[in-house]
């Protein structure tokens, strides 16, 4: 592991120490910010200066103390989505893959037809009956998004099912679970470990585009995409901070990517 | 003007492996005359494909010519320009690769491909270009000489576009032609019609030609000189009688050795004795692609019985039916006297055990993210009930009989070995479960031959100490004559043929088993030449 | 020839039933609501009374399967009922949307297509050089910004500090076609820049799948010069997998048109639907999904069949 990293370009390097950074901001929000989260503590629209280092925002809350927050409530529920989106994907992929027949075409024809339907757009139709709350948001997409994780997992598995050593842990008798267990996942797992980061990136913009357009995370919870929404007529002005937590948003997708990138590049070298 | 058309010198190549250079060839010489035909012959990693594309000042997407000197009729290849070296490619030495069909490219019929040639080179008229190039799919008797070259690549078999090929390295009428293994993935019988295509061509211009190959007995038809390769060394080089009769190299008896093995012949099997598989007139179809029609016959226990034919003859398809993998649509199948299911999804785990499978591809057939202690181990376990000490025990004993050192393997994963201790492996695994049968398919046609005879001896030696019976799936009738007690001959699904081995390879002999033994290559340099005599007399 | 228009048909039957089932998807999400349409728009403390007349109203009490074939009849006439926030007809609230939506994304994509492909093109065909390495960080990064970031930092500075461009794109009324150019140049920039990164990345992969093909490695043995092998040799068999890029990241190009439209307040349909979501008006979210999944599915359509036509091996059958 150390060795890989020593050898790690400088993208990589960055993205590595671009997301530590962001799980101490992460961890230790309650100890780095200066005000409180939801609480007004100045005038609104505050400019930069030695009590509010980045000003405050529409309503008079220290905009540095709702960034720091904003790393824990945006990438948390990223994250969370992303994990249900993946344990959703790759058991249902694993599933058709492995017991083929009806079933696979079921969830096959289920996904091409889910997946016909940009995704943006068919969240906003579910957002609107569902209503728009932290609980239907993170549903909502971990079940749209996982339709791409299925693809992937069932396409990847596919390919150790025509492999003849998986045919003969068939033909020995192993079980299900065995199959999956021993011969499967072991070959699937560096691809979807790629696809993890990828994906996270994806549902990590969906939500802050959502939040963003008012239909993600709701105040007064502290969100980096609401927060640019708040703010944004600060921009017209010739102001960066609305910008902030945009550019909050975009380190860290380019830190994942930077490391997905390099962990695909290492792996496509290792094949040839 | 000097004799010599190719002097090759001190030629060094590397090649990229995980960031770092690796030499591919260490230094190796090649002198080659005009109209003279030169064989490389060499196991896999040998390096004969990358030296024959040097001898076009070529080397593959992440390799590179690091040394030595490339001299074709007075020009130095490894000092030209690009446009200079393109100039002389094509037009004055011409590639003939290993898949035509990868090789053509599927956007344009074949004739635009052949004419593209002369044209760009400026050598001659497209309108003369195909003339001529009708003239030659005659003379190397295509089908419909005078249409062919409309047709798109994907429209024409396999053979034929190998043949197709070798016309388009000739629409210069180069002065050195590449053939990089152009016969290997064919079948034998379509096999004997390409060489003969080249053969004719290449008499016809006085062509030189570099002939790469792994198998003897192609190359003793093809080359007047032939030389041997190594690890990127060369061993030795003589001319192509003097090689065959008298190799001064080790590796080099050893190589002309293999085709001498044979196992020994066998008591018949006694009257009334129940045989141990019994497959009764089976029929079979993937979907509804008909694969086996009416296939019945009987293999005894202690026995080996070798099923040859070419691609698409069903001789796996009738091992899958056994195993249960492809349930047949007609007819039955017995292990034992015992009908056993039809799916082996129905068998029980002690039908289960009865029947193993080796595979043609180790790669393929180990898991690559498990150690060889639970490849080997796992059958043992799950049906002998083995755990802990006593599996891993096991496991040693089993590593032992397939002859490599158990403290050395045991913890190992398949990466870490070569393709024939990986073969080795595949065989433990089979042996772990206690079958009573195993099916062998293809085992040693992705080896070496010196690894591939290795194999065959072991599985001998397996059979005489555990009294095994094998069902040997095989296109390779060196193979059968090696290691078979009795031959089933298939073709297009349907038995031909069936018998012992003597009975099989005496004549007389049904026609196709006659066209199948008769095109099998052999050692004698005058053997296509006699073959094609006594074909063209018969017509 | 038959058997190519056979192939061609069946692709498009598969296509119109894909439209049919996702308007069913569509029609039928709204069954998923808590209580009803009706209940929805007069709230909880309506009466039994009212509600039951809202509901023969919008003729809720006539089974599901003839509300969805008259909802399907009427969308495919245009006619998609009246929005429930205002009573007005959603054909009048689309029409010139759809429009002024459908205008700024074929802006976009007559940028962004060459340029991308180009762009892709000539990273596969400089692999590894430096121009290549910077096309991947740089791609790499654009693709990592969300859409409203770069709306918002173009309109940072060639707006609010150059005054170059307006940063709200106000098209309403009397347009001229330079005039549009000029006021919807930053939505198009913006989307042209998020779209062009991923489709460059894709085409160098595609590409470079492509070069790695023996047919081509032959023509180089061939002696045939660069430009020949790029033109004769790559470019026909790399038709197919260039257009589904393109049809691919139109995909894209929907999604983030409606995020551009609402940065730069621009009278589209994206901008319409997300109000809608926000008033929870259903029946225009309906509307508005339905049209802008039928112009996704078309799209992939048309890239399937146009793939297919320019494939060799499908041209010519055995």
């Known amino acids: ?272 | 003007m000097s004799d010599i058309l190719l002097d090759i010198k001190g030629l060094k190549v590397e090649g990229k492996s995980a960031d770092t250079w690796q030499q591919i060839i260490n230094g190796v010489d090649l002198t080659l005359n005009r109209g003279e035909v030169i064989g490389l012959i060499g196991e896999s990693g040998a390096g004969k494909s990358t030296l024959g594309l040097a001898a076009m000042g070529y080397a593959h997407d992440g390799c590179r010519i690091s040394g030595g000197s490339v001299n074709f009729d007075g020009i130095d290849l490894l000092n030209l320009s690009s446009a200079q070296s393109r100039g002389l490619r094509g037009k004055r030495i011409a590639y003939v690769a290993q898949s035509a069909a990868a090789s053509f490219n599927p956007a344009h019929r074949i004739i635009d491909q052949y004419t593209e040639g002369p044209v760009v080179h400026k050598v001659k008229g497209r309108t003369e270009a195909k003339k001529e190039a009708e003239v030659l799919f005659e003379k190397l008797q295509l089908p419909n000489p005078h249409t062919i070259g409309f047709r798109y690549p994907h429209q024409v078999s396999g053979g034929q576009l190998q043949r197709a090929m070798t016309v388009m390295a000739m629409s210069c009428k180069p002065d050195l032609i590449i053939f990089d293994e152009p016969t290997t993935a064919l079948d034998v019988t379509t096999q004997i019609e390409v060489l003969s295509a080249i053969r004719n061509i290449v008499d016809e211009f006085n062509t030189a030609a570099i002939y790469i190959t792994h198998d003897l007995a192609v190359v003793a038809q093809m080359a007047d000189r032939i030389k041997i390769l190594l690890k990127g060394d060369q061993v030795e080089e003589a001319p192509t009688a003097e090689m065959l009769d008298a190799p001064q190299e080790e590796y080099t008896k050893s190589l002309w050795a293999v085709r001498s093995l044979k196992s020994p012949i066998k008591p018949a099997p006694a009257k009334g004795d129940v045989p141990l598989i019994q497959v009764q007139g089976v029929t079979a179809a993937y979907g509804k692609v008909p694969v086996l029609h009416d296939v019945s016959f009987d293999i005894h226990k202690g026995r080996t019985v070798a099923v040859v034919g070419e691609s698409g003859s069903g001789k796996s398809t009738a091992a899958r039916v056994i195993a249960g993998l492809l349930p047949p649509s007609e007819g039955q199948v017995l292990i034992g006297g015992e009908a056993f299911p039809t799916h082996f999804k129905q068998r029980s785990k002690a039908q289960l055990q009865q029947v193993q499978m080796i595979y043609q591809m180790a790669d393929t057939a180990l898991n690559p993210k498990q150690k060889i202690s639970e490849i080997i181990g796992r059958p043992a376990e799950y049906y002998l009930d083995l755990k802990g000490k006593a599996a891993r025990e096991r496991v040693r004993d089993l590593l032992f009989q397939i002859e490599l050192e158990p403290d050395q393997f045991i913890d190992r994963y398949p990466s870490e070995l070569s393709g024939g201790q990986k073969q080795r492996i595949g065989i433990a695994r089979a042996l772990a479960a206690e079958p009573s049968f195993i099916i062998c398919d293809e085992v040693t046609s992705a080896l070496d031959q010196l690894v591939a005879e290795g194999i065959l001896r072991l599985l001998q030696k397996l059979q005489g100490d555990l009294d095994l019976t094998y069902m040997f799936i095989t296109h390779d009738l060196a193979t059968v004559r090696a290691i078979a007690d009795d031959v089933i001959v298939m073709k297009d699904g349907a038995l031909v043929e069936m018998g012992s081995r003597e009975d099989i390879f005496a004549p007389p002999h049904p026609d196709y088993t006659e066209l199948l033994l008769s095109s099998v290559p052999q050692m004698d340099p005058n053997w296509l030449t006699t073959v094609l005599n006594g074909r063209a007399q018969e017509r | 020839m038959i058997a190519l228009i056979q192939l061609i048909l069946s692709r498009v039957a598969l296509g119109l039933l894909t439209l049919l089932i996702v308007s069913a998807v569509i029609f039928l999400s709204v069954e998923l609501l808590p209580g009803d349409l009706a209940q929805e728009i007069l709230g909880q403390r309506a009466t039994e009374e009212s509600v039951a007349a809202m509901r023969r109203d919008l003729g809720l009490d006539r089974p599901l399967i003839e509300r969805y074939v008259s909802w399907l009849g009427g969308a495919l006439r245009g006619d998609f009922g009246v929005s429930l926030a205002n009573g007005r007809a959603i054909q009048d609230l689309i029409g010139e949307r759809f429009i002024n939506t459908l205008l700024l994304a074929a802006y976009t994509a007559s940028i962004a297509v060459p340029v991308a492909i180009s762009l892709g093109l000539a990273a596969a065909l400089y692999r590894n050089s430096i121009f290549d390495r910077m096309v991947n960080v740089t791609t790499l990064i654009t693709i990592s910004f969300p859409e409203f970031f770069v709306g918002y930092i173009l309109i940072l500075f060639l707006s609010s500090k150059l005054g170059w461009f307006p940063g709200i794109s106000n098209i309403r009324g009397d347009v001229g076609f330079f005039e549009f150019l000029y006021k919807t140049f930053l939505p198009a920039l913006t989307l042209t820049l998020v779209i062009t990164a991923h489709m460059m990345r894709m085409t160098r992969a595609a590409i470079i799948n492509l070069l790695a093909r023996p047919y081509i490695e032959m023509a180089d043995l061939k002696g045939m010069p660069r430009r020949r092998i790029i033109l004769k040799h790559a470019l026909p068999n790399a038709l197919a997998p260039i257009i589904n890029v393109i049809a691919l990241n139109m995909a894209y190009l929907i999604t983030g048109v409606v995020l551009v439209e609402v940065v730069f307040v621009y009278p589209g349909l994206g901008q319409l639907l997300v109000d809608s979501v926000s008033k929870r008006d259903v029946t225009v979210v309906q509307a508005a999904c339905l049209i802008f999944a039928s112009v996704y599915i078309i799209l992939n359509l048309t890239a399937d069949v146009l793939s297919i036509v320019t494939n060799p091996r499908l041209m010519h059958k055995k």
């Open chain 1, 1 to 272: 592991m150390w060795n890989d990293l020593k050898k790690a370009p400088l993208t990589a390097w960055f993205g590595i120490v671009t997301i530590a950074f962001y799980i101490v901001l992460i961890i230790f929000a309650d100890v780095l910010a200066p005000f409180d989260e939801t609480s007004i503590v100045g005038r609104k629209f505050e400019p930069w200066g030695a009590e509010f280092l980045l000003g405050t925002d529409n309503l008079g809350r220290d905009m540095l103390s709702r960034l720091i927050y904003g790393a824990r409530n945006t990438v948390s529920i990223a994250l969370v989505t992303t994990m249900i989106t993946f344990a959703l994907g790759v058991f249902m992929g694993l599933m058709a893959a492995t017991l083929g027949g009806w079933l696979d075409q079921l969830i096959s024809r289920l996904v091409d037809v889910l997946m016909s339907i940009p995704m943006l757009i068919f969240a906003l139709l579910l957002l609107t009956i569902f209503g728009t709350n932290v609980v239907s948001l993170v549903l909502v997409i971990a079940i749209l998004d996982s339709t791409r994780v299925f693809r992937l997992a069932r396409a990847v598995a596919m390919d150790v099912i025509v492999m003849d050593f998986f045919e003969a842990a068939q033909l020995r008798g192993e079980g299900l679970l065995w199959q999956i267990r021993r011969e499967i996942l072991p070959n699937v797992m560096p691809p979807l470990i790629a696809e993890f980061g990828l994906r996270f990136c994806f549902v990590f913009l969906v939500i802050s585009a959502l939040s963003f357009l008012g239909l993600g995370i709701q105040p007064p919870t502290a969100d980096w995409g609401s927060m640019v929404r708040d703010n944004a007529t600060l921009i017209t002005f010739g102001e960066v901070t609305p910008l902030l937590p945009a550019a909050a948003i975009a380190w860290l997708t380019i830190a994942v990517n930077f490391v997905v990138d390099w962990k695909l590049h290492q792996a496509s070298g290792l094949k040839s």
